[in-house]
């Protein structure tokens, strides 16, 4: 069978830049599981990716699809024909819905009998049959949030498009793709190469792009030249210099405006550098997309690095009108630090008051005054100065009036901590306030200071309490007011610093700090389900079991520390060469427990009543193991208590082999169930691991 590379590419306006990778990595995804699905085989997959485009290459890729012979099954034999060898009415209807006659039939045997059946071959479909199908499915399976329409056409997309390339080898694959007749031409660089280019086959795409097109289409190549002009240009201002490459994912988007990218280095004005770093940094990096320049000793440079997308014959000039539009944010930076600072975090109170948090829960004065409360009320809990926490909580949105965050609203709570330094406070209260919206994102660094911590904590809190109060509870994809995220940095913080504190007293203090009425009467338990949820997907992201999350969850801790201590313990326990006996035994007391309803005559155990000596020893391990383990477990060694029960099997299991629990004698039966709830308790100390499961 013959077989050739396909290429698919959406020619479009300028595509968004920090999604431009998930959409091309999903193109290709969705285009390669439909062909699989299509049965068309082929050898590999690639996507490409620019500010214009979005391009799959499939490597390979077989013509058609594979003929197939597909086997239909009639009525039984007996029931086809009569005694004269005619068809009977049911075999006669069984051909019609063929389209054969009887005679055509054959004869299926197998185990179960013989049938009347036809074996019919089936020509596999071509790719030019397929292909518009499966194009067309994985662009409307692309994650778009909103797609838009132009001109009066139906297609809908991301961005408007302007042509569409499928091409198998050499041939055009017939179709309209989102409203555009598939061709064989493209336009290369906007300024470099305008005109429309044609591609003669699907392999010279990325080549013909290149050369004549002035497009680096590969995005993964784009990115790492990228990286590379970078890194070369910030050696050519010092040896001792590079360029700043925050995040991949800025890396990404900065890949995301650029078909051809050119670095190239300005420099600003070194008195700009008595602005807090992180302004510069927003400022040049947020802003502008630029790199910043960081030097000898970790020292940030008067330099940046921007990606131009074009190869421009006077870069002197590209770089010069660069310079001068950081130069001019800069400028405002410095004149909203110099104005803000005239006036002090505490003076800017009263302007809170008319700034509304939401509709139904006051203002932002009301939230300081919670926060203030509840940051003191935590900093009790884990023994950290309160009045610094009280304080921290009431100054901690004051920086939202400022000039500066209107500017760069990126930098709230920064900008608090710098203006709380500059007012005289305390910078333990400063840090806090820089601290309190740690971790921002998803593995995002947390807080710091333990008061950082606390108003971190304080802050999310409150909203939580705040949104479910009023029943703004998140619900599928919709999330307005991050409550998910703001949940997991709540327990990210708890568990990742070591902080002993009960959610449910400190969530019911916090609905306690609301003057307004909250609607939902279910606030606490609510949130304490909702967190919990957070808490198992976290915990399935780092191969944390269901089972072993399940283990715990079912004793309601609502102290998060506390129950990750005992999530470790079980996911240890669960290794241990005892621990599917001992989770069988569990699961055997537990469902012996839950059926026994009648009413027990006895309160404690009688030795007299024992009859077997299984039920001695295992009396006797249960009075032995029962001081050792309440110890261990009222200091939190929770791994150290289930070494301790695992030297359980063999009693329990000699117990089980010889004991009947359910015996007539009333006096025994009683007996050996206040056994197995002493038994049951034990384990009960740590986590239920009746709910484990064992391979």
Same mark, same amino acid.
């Given at each position: ?9 959406? &020619? !479009? ?72 060898? #005619? ?34 071959? !089936? ?6 049959? /397929? @292909? ?11 994650? /778009? ?19 569409? /390339?499928?091409? *198998?080898?050499?041939? @055009? ?100 550098? +008595? ?7 927003? +400022? ?31 870069? &002197? $000039?590209? /770089? ?30 009263? $302007? ?12 932002? *004065? ?18 950290? #100065? ?31 901590? *710098? ?189 007299? *009543? ?66 197995? &709830?002493?038994? $049951? ?15």
């Amino acid at each position: 069978m013959k077989h050739d590379d396909f290429l698919v590419e959406i &020619h !479009t306006e300028e595509l968004p830049p920090k999604s431009l990778r998930k959409l091309g990595e999903a193109f290709s995804q969705h285009v390669q599981e439909r062909l699989q699905k299509a049965d068309l085989s082929f050898t590999g997959c690639q996507f490409f990716a620019t500010p214009r485009r979005l391009a799959v290459l499939v490597k390979d890729l077989a013509a058609a699809q594979p003929d197939q012979v597909i086997e239909r099954k009639g009525p039984a034999l007996a029931a086809a024909f009569d005694a004269q060898g #005619n068809p009977t009415p049911a075999c006669v209807g069984f051909t019609r819905s063929c389209g054969v006659t009887p005679a055509e039939l054959i004869t299926i045997k197998n185990a179960q009998g013989e049938w009347v059946g036809l074996q019919q071959k !089936t020509t596999g479909k071509t790719v030019q049959e /397929i @292909i518009p199908s499966i194009v067309d499915q994985a662009l409307a399976a692309l994650p /778009i949030p909103k797609r838009m329409r132009w001109h009066d056409g139906d297609a809908q997309f991301v961005r408007p498009v302007h042509s569409v /390339i499928l091409l *198998y080898g050499d041939q @055009i694959i017939d179709a309209v793709i989102l409203g555009c007749r598939a061709n064989r031409v493209t336009q290369g660089h906007r300024f470099l190469a305008p005109g429309w280019m044609t591609i003669p086959a699907a392999a010279a795409y990325v080549s013909l792009l290149k050369t004549e097109g002035h497009v680096m289409a590969d995005f993964a190549e784009r990115r790492e030249t990228i990286r590379q002009q970078a890194m070369a240009c910030a050696k050519k201002i010092a040896a001792d210099a590079h360029a700043l490459i925050s995040s991949e994912e800025f890396l990404d988007e900065v890949t995301g405006l650029v078909e051809w990218p050119v670095a190239l280095s300005g420099q600003f004005d070194s008195a700009f550098l +008595s602005l807090p770093e992180e302004v510069l940094i927003s +400022s040049m990096q947020d802003h502008q997309r630029y790199f910043p320049v960081y030097g000898q000793g970790g020292k940030l440079l008067p330099y940046f690095i921007t990606i131009s997308n074009i190869q421009s014959h006077d870069t &002197h $000039r590209v /770089i010069h009108g660069n310079e001068r539009v950081l130069r001019a944010r800069l400028a405002d930076a410095a004149f909203f630090y110099d104005t803000d600072k005239k006036e002090s975090l505490e003076q800017r109170l009263e $302007r809170l008051k008319g700034i509304l948090f939401q509709a139904k829960l006051g203002t932002l *004065y009301e939230k300081v005054e919670r926060l203030s409360k509840l940051t003191a009320y935590i900093a009790a809990k884990i023994d950290i #100065n309160t009045e610094h926490a009280a304080r921290a909580g009431l100054l901690s949105k004051s920086d939202l009036t400022t000039n500066m965050v209107g500017e760069f609203p990126e930098l709230q709570g920064t900008m608090g901590g *710098y203006y709380a330094l500059s007012d005289g406070e305390p910078h333990a209260i400063a840090q806090a306030i820089s601290e309190q919206y740690q971790p921002r994102f998803a593995g995002d660094e947390l807080p710091d200071s333990s008061l950082g911590q606390a108003l971190a904590i304080a802050e999310r809190l409150d909203t939580l309490v705040g949104a479910f109060g009023i029943n703004q509870i998140p619900t599928g994809d919709k999330d307005p007011y991050g409550l998910r995220r703001a949940a997991l940095g709540i327990l990210r913080i708890l568990i990742e610093k070591r902080i002993n504190l009960d959610l449910k007293e400190t969530l019911t203090f916090a609905a306690d700090c609301y003057t307004v009425k909250l609607e939902n009467a279910e606030i606490i338990p609510s949130l304490l389900t909702f967190m919990q949820e957070r808490l198992r997907a976290w915990y399935q992201e780092q191969g944390i079991t269901p089972d072993v999350f399940a283990a715990v969850a079912s004793l309601g801790i609502t102290n998060p520390l506390n129950a990750d201590e005992r999530i470790r313990a079980v996911q240890a326990f669960k290794k241990l060469a005892a621990a599917e006996a001992l989770s069988a035994a569990n699961k055997r007391v537990s469902n012996i427990l839950s059926k026994y309803t009648d009413k027990l005559d006895s309160h404690a155990i009688n030795p007299a *009543y024992f009859e077997h000596a299984a039920e001695k020893e295992l009396a006797l391990q249960l009075e032995t193991k029962s001081d050792k383990v309440a110890s261990l477990a009222q200091a939190g060694k929770y791994d150290e208590v289930l070494l301790q029960l695992a030297e359980l099997r063999e009693p329990i299991d000699n117990f089980f082999d010889h004991v009947m629990v359910m015996t007539e004698n009333k006096a025994q039966r009683e007996n050996r169930i206040l056994l197995l &709830h002493q038994l $049951r308790s034990l384990f009960l100390q740590v986590a239920d691991i009746a709910f484990l499961v064992i391979y």
